[in-house]
């Protein structure tokens, strides 16, 4: 099983890059961030040309998950299911036969010291709520992939003394990444890239930002331990970063066994 997540930074300006890195790579299931447009708007149509299905939920300019499948999931929900249904073009969750795929777009926080900051924390509390509501971290088979929009340790940032603090790398945004995971979560992505200087995403104000490897860690893969102990591999595909007209994050993909 072949899983990859990438913030695509608008599914319609990038389809296609996206459909051609579909038919190169051939991932079981890709999960994407910031698609930026309506369910109406939504190009189900290319994903089908191209043999795939796919389940989608978002919303005009800002936000938006979808999850790519070869084959047609057995179950999909959106959203936390605590309120009503904002949190459905952030969260996707998709079961294919006894896998859970977990897909989400976490908020980026803004600010320190702010609202929106405030809010991102209190995301990943009711998100550690959601798992223990529909999980059992012994026994689930769940991956959970995504833009997070945390930078967990230093090595996970190019310039760590001198981004600190941030949005995406400051202890508060830490903690609360750390409990979720500490639910039973293990770092598949820092499993088989244990390595500083792997990153995802290099913002585009940064001249020659991917050249100079100046990027962060943001997108991740986890999982429950009976699917991270069957993980063989994961992979930055760094590429489409460096293509035409690029999302300013690139593809996450590992691989696991049955």
Known sequence: MRIATFNCNSVRVRL??????????????LCL????????????EAFAGAGRHVVFRGEKTYNGVAVVTRRQSDE???????????????LACV???????????????????????????????????????????????LVWVGDLNVAPTEM??????????????CQEA????????????????RKHLPDPGVYTFWDYRIPRSVQRNLGWRLDHVWATAPVAAASTACEVDLAPRKADHPSDHTYVLATFGK
Not at 35 to 44: Q, S, V
Not at 77 to 90: I, N, V, W, Y
Not at 156 to 169: A, E, Q
């Open 16 to 29: 296609p890059g996206i459909l051609a890195w579909l038919a190169e790579h051939d991932p079981d299931v």
């Open 33 to 44: 961030q910031e698609t930026k447009c309506t369910d109406e708007a939504f190009p189900a």
């Open 76 to 90: 999909v929900s959106f959203g936390l299911g605590d309120d009503d249904g904002a949190s459905q073009t952030r």
């Open 95 to 141: 079961r294919l036969g006894d896998l859970h795929v977990l897909n989400t777009y976490v908020p980026q926080g803004y600010e320190l010291g702010t609202d929106r900051f405030q809010f991102k924390l209190d995301w990943f509390g009711r998100l550690r709520n959601y798992l223990a509501r529909r999980f059992d971290p012994k026994t689930s088979r």
């Open 156 to 169: 996970d940032v190019y310039d760590p003394k001198g981004i600190w603090p941030h949005v995406c790398f």
């Open 174 to 189: 830490i903690d609360a990444l750390r409990s979720v995971t500490d639910w039973g979560l293990t770092d598949v992505f």
